[in-house]
């Protein structure tokens, strides 16, 4: 509902400057023509083509152009594209005041182009201006932003530090100590150093290659498997593209962490974790799901159900500051199951 206010809001501060201005150039021009319609017909025609021209230049030619660096086809394009648009807007107002002559494009072409055109460059300019404005504002407000929760992890990760090198350099003298018979201790012990040597060494920068994140997932995974019952089924699906590309770090075993934390503890059937990862027309995908128990609000054992749970809403604000736009996140939670997918731009 907020997002819609937001929306409407936006669409009537647009609503009111275009009506507004078609209010001020019919006032100012009206006795030009033979007929007060006839002259809002004309004021119309004129303030439609420049809202036009302008929502073509802020919408689609700067995004799809000018912040592609696509500079000189950026400029090309918008200066054909203006004069098409007045050229159009001239011969529909030759109709509209039965001009003829405004039909024929070579008739007296200097005058309609410093006449139309010009003007119309400016003006589209100053609408581009705007929102290019109004683009680095943002864009510095979302700088900003991330450097302050960038920081704070920072900040937290460096206290965080002590423990788990301590606790990382005990795990590699427990190692050593297990019996070399006893292999699923080892191995397990040495999963347990790989992810937390993942989480040290590894992570401390902004992208990462997803063939680490996926190991790193299945480690945590493969965890899970040795201290559930055999009435736990994982079903783990990786797709064979996933490599050659890089994300940002530990943003995907939330999800999954999630998933375990909330998992159902049937006794008379299986308790289900399914996770499939792929990577598909220049996206990656994430589905996970996990059986749940309806417990009631305070209870519930269901993925996301605990109040006090900060796992998800810390990486859907990350995600808001890594993937403004260019990720999509549905979460889904029914009576006997709790459903997550998560796609990212890459």
Request: glycine fraction near 6%; include cysteine; proline fraction near 3%.
């Amino acid at each position: 509902m907020l997002q819609g206010n937001t929306i409407f809001r936006w669409k009537l501060h647009h609503l009111l400057f275009w009506a507004a201005l078609l209010g001020l150039w019919y006032f100012f021009r009206y006795e030009d023509y033979s007929s007060g319609w006839l002259a809002f017909k004309v004021t119309l025609l004129k303030v439609a083509d420049l809202a036009f021209m302008v929502y073509v230049t802020n919408y689609v030619l700067i995004p799809k152009l000018l912040y592609k660096k696509k500079y000189v086809l950026f400029g090309v394009v918008w200066l054909l594209f203006i004069m098409a648009s007045s050229w159009l807007k001239i011969f529909i107002e030759g109709h509209l005041v039965h001009h003829p002559e405004l039909f024929d494009i070579t008739h007296h072409f200097k005058g309609r182009f410093y006449d139309n055109t010009i003007p119309h460059i400016l003006l589209v300019s100053t609408g581009a201006a705007f929102k290019l404005l109004l683009d680095y504002a943002s864009a510095q407000k979302r700088m900003a932003e991330m450097a302050r929760e960038n920081a704070a992890a920072e900040l937290n990760f460096l206290k965080s530090q002590i423990n788990p090198h301590f606790v990382f350099n005990s795990l590699n003298s427990v190692y050593f100590l297990i019996d070399r018979q006893n292999a699923p201790a080892r191995d397990s012990l040495e999963k347990f150093s790989d992810m937390l040597r993942y989480q040290l060494y590894e992570c401390g920068v902004n992208q990462i290659g997803i063939e680490k994140e996926v190991d790193y997932l299945k480690d945590y995974i493969d965890l899970q498997r040795l201290r559930r019952d055999e009435n736990c089924r994982i079903d783990l699906q990786l797709s064979p593209e996933l490599n050659g590309f890089q994300i940002a770090p530990l943003l995907l075993i939330p999800f999954v962490e999630n998933a375990f934390k909330h998992l159902s503890h049937f006794s008379e059937r299986s308790n289900d974790v399914s996770i499939r990862l792929e990577r598909e027309n220049g996206s990656l995908n994430l589905w996970v799901s996990n059986t749940r128990e309806e417990k009631g609000e305070e209870g519930a054992s269901g993925a996301g159900a605990n109040p006090g749970g900060i796992g998800l809403p810390n990486v859907q604000r990350r995600l808001e500051l890594l993937y403004p736009g260019k990720h999509t996140l549905v979460i889904d939670k029914f009576s006997d199951r709790f459903d997550i997918f998560l796609k990212l731009e890459i």
